[in-house]
């Protein structure tokens, strides 16, 4: 999967490293995500939800087909808010597959890697589905705590754990 | 100037090409432009700047240590209106020499690259002294009207062609 785009470029682009270009385009433009929403039918009383994304202006979309090619997954769309494309991917099991492993060989250099081994972290407990009890949502949402410093935060982590808590009590 | 970080994360993140990481760092935060502003001492009557920048969260700065080490040029400064930090080259000559060269070498692959080689093309206009004379001026603008299409034009190319023309006349 790596070296589809690799090869295509081998006449003019020679130099590129695909994978190396796309580490540095997410350490700016990617978004590694966990989010945690109210939901009555789930037994924890939340659900789980893991993300990674990266947005761009609709005029220049081809660092986002080439994610999706080089991923080898995902989904691109138009945010009809704005003039932006959206590549995501939010399958557990295709973010521990394809997304990850890339991460690990090919780090973020900079402090967005946190973001990055938190996500790997939390994906690890839903893959052993700790995210349904209570114990095991208080550990994420520990580690999502940490997570997009400067991102906004569209649930309170002190109430989560207080309604868990209730729950375990 | 191109290995010495990529010999220091060597053990750890040998799989890292450190050139094309940062150039998919600049295919999405990086920022290249031509500003041309009234300046009454000059013969044509407006000054070209040409920059090459990269804007990040003061939090994380990595990646711009890491592109003033690559391209063995710029400045790094806060910006005092918000939390971010930037990296900067605006001499002709060493944007020509330091950073032109890599984006040769390790070209965007998105349309952004147009915008690397509009800055190009303009440098080497500059080199020639040709922003010094009318014509050399409004090729110029007729090149800097194309750029960065969605970012803010602080100057009407019309205003400026205007003001030459009558100078030619």
Same mark, same amino acid.
């Given at each position: 999967m790596a070296n589809l785009w690799s090869t295509q470029y081998a006449g003019s682009r020679s130099q590129i490293d695909i994978a190396s270009y796309l580490s540095g385009y997410f350490d700016g433009e990617g978004c590694f995500a966990v989010s945690i929403s109210p939901r009555s039918t789930l037994r924890v009383g939340w659900e789980v939800r893991p993300s990674v994304s990266v947005s761009q202006n609709a005029t220049r979309r081809e660092v986002l087909d080439l994610a999706m090619e080089h991923f080898g997954c995902g989904t691109i769309r138009r945010d009809p808010g704005d003039k932006t494309v959206k590549w995501e991917v939010r399958s557990l099991q295709v973010i521990r597959k394809n997304v990850i492993p890339h991460f690990r060989e090919y780090? &973020? &250099?900079?402090?967005?890697q946190r973001d990055v081994d938190a996500l790997a972290e939390v994906c690890d407990l839903m893959a052993r589905d700790e995210h349904r009890t209570p114990q095991g949502l208080i550990s994420i949402v520990e580690i999502v705590k940490g997570m997009n410093p400067s991102g906004t935060r569209r649930f309170d982590p002190e109430t989560i754990k207080g309604s868990v808590s209730e729950m375990k009590a």
């Open positions: 780090p &973020l &250099l900079s402090g967005k």
